[in-house]
């Protein structure tokens, strides 16, 4: 993800970035593997644990809108953290 998302003002209706809002509705089927998949991808680079795996799989089951809202917070704060260096021995 290269450029910084916007925060969401309406409800997403896909999962994939740049997380496509449709005034009307519009959603685009996103199947529960690939819900977790981008979840999986936000996440990547950081180790999960049995319950966070578990976790992980239950958020992948909520609607496109809530999973695109979490992945999108998700990446807005892998980009802030690279950007102010966060993380970053010291």
């Known amino acids: 993800m290269g450029e910084p998302l916007a925060p ?22 996103e199947s529960f593997e690939e819900r977790r998949a981008v979840l999986l991808a936000a996440l990547d680079g950081i180790a999960l644990g049995a319950y966070d795996e578990r976790i992980v799989r239950w958020l992948a089951g909520w609607d496109v809108s809530v999973v695109a809202a979490i992945v999108s917070l998700l990446w807005r704060v892998r980009h802030t953290a690279a950007h102010r260096g966060w993380g970053e021995p010291r």
């Not at 969401?8 to 089927?29: K, M, N, Q």
């Open 8 to 29: 969401l003002d309406r409800e997403p209706v896909s999962v994939h970035a740049p997380f496509t809002c449709y005034p009307g509705g519009g959603y685009r089927h």
